[in-house]
């Protein structure tokens, strides 16, 4: 992906997002369950420097193979509660053809920094708008093989008229970051 979209240096050295079917089995605790669901899919490979990157929220909203939406959109944490920024990419799936996502806010409340409830606006290139709801499952944070951040990541219930869709949403912060927002010692002067 060039830089161009707002992704910088990490995704030029390899990385890829897209929207799948995901089917299988999975096993757990001796009991056996049927998976067949579209959400997310993504990979990188190649180099990555250890750095406090700008936050993002990496979202992936999916309603079933004819309606799915990935969205990344930069954040800030202010007064300990994330606050989501500025739209930098992202795309719709409609009827099997994907197309350019031109805008898209978020308005959210959290736990901690944990995501609980978020309404998504979304236009499309073709002019196309939705408003979708979303509810918190399960969240959890996870720190990645990459030291340098943390990922808030919260499995949501979406909702949009009588459409229903279940997705993964993360938030991604960098360790220098959170201390900077977080910490009552990181304004005190020394």
């Known amino acids: 992906m060039p830089k161009a979209s707002g992704a910088g240096d990490a995704w030029t050295k ?3 997002d897209l929207v799948g079917r995901i089917e299988g089995e999975l096993e757990l605790y001796g009991h056996k369950f049927a998976v067949s669901c579209v959400d997310g899919l993504d990979r990188s490979w190649g180099p990555r420097a250890e750095w406090n990157s700008t936050p993002v929220s990496w ?8 309606l799915a939406f990935h969205l990344v959109i930069t954040l800030d944490v202010v007064n300990g ?5 500025t739209f930098r990419f992202g795309y719709a799936v409609v009827d099997g053809e994907c197309c350019a996502v031109t805008a898209a806010e978020v308005d959210a409340e ?11 606006r979304i236009t499309d290139a073709k002019g196309r708008q939705w408003e979708i709801v979303g ?3 399960a969240a959890a944070p996870w720190h ?10 919260t499995l949501y219930r979406w909702t949009m008229g009588t459409r229903e869709g279940f997705s993964n949403v993360t ?12 910490s009552r010692l990181a304004n005190t002067p020394a």
């Open 110 to 120: 959290s736990l901690g920094m944990l995501g609980m409830h978020r309404i998504v």
């Open 135 to 137: 509810s918190a499952i």
């Open 171 to 182: 938030d991604v912060i960098g360790v220098t970051t959170l201390s900077k927002r977080l």
């Open 144 to 153: 990645t093989a990459y030291t340098s951040f943390l990922s808030f990541q």
């Open 81 to 85: 509660q994330q606050v989501y920024t």
């Open 59 to 66: 979202m992936h909203l999916t309603f079933g193979d004819d």
């Open 14 to 16: 390899g990385h890829y």
